[in-house]
Nanobody, 126 residues
Framework: QVQLVESGGGLVQAGGSLRLSCAAS????????MSWFRQAPGKEREFVAR????????NYADSVKGRFTISKDTPKNTMYLQMDSLKPEDTAVYYC???????????????????WGQGTQVTVSS
């Protein structure tokens, strides 16, 4: 059974930084797509960043490109999201998600992912 556990959220001032972690267990993730999504109050869950575990390929939503960095620590089975130059509009609950990197899927769509963490709150004050 795949389990994803996020941590690292909190309250930060605009311009500050946070690093989120997603500890994964219950599966070998070598051929998995691992992503971060976020959901602000009253809004749909939106894609933030993706990482293909076995080759390290990454891509980002335009809204976070150049400010956020997704990475992994393979021995720890942990994925990270380094968030710099944070803005108030980055305030949301952040979720990590996973799915096998096979078949045809839309990596920016939440419905493509079968495994989710519980979420961690990020609040950026102005």
């Amino acid at each position: 059974q795949v389990q994803l556990v996020e941590s690292g959220g909190g309250l930060v001032q605009a311009g500050g930084s946070l690093r989120l972690s997603c500890a994964a267990s219950g599966q070998t993730f070598s051929d998995y797509c691992m992503s971060w999504f976020r959901q602000a109050p009253g809004k749909e869950r939106e894609f933030v960043a993706r990482l293909i575990w076995n080759n390290g390929y990454t891509n980002y939503a335009d809204s976070v490109k150049g400010r956020f960095t997704i990475s992994k620590d393979t021995p720890k089975n942990t994925m990270y999201l380094q968030m710099d130059s944070l803005k108030p509009e980055d305030t949301a609950v952040y979720y990590c998600a996973a799915r096998p990197n096979s078949g045809t899927y839309y990596h920016t769509r939440a419905y493509s992912y079968g495994y989710w963490g519980q979420g961690t709150q990020v609040t950026v004050s102005s």
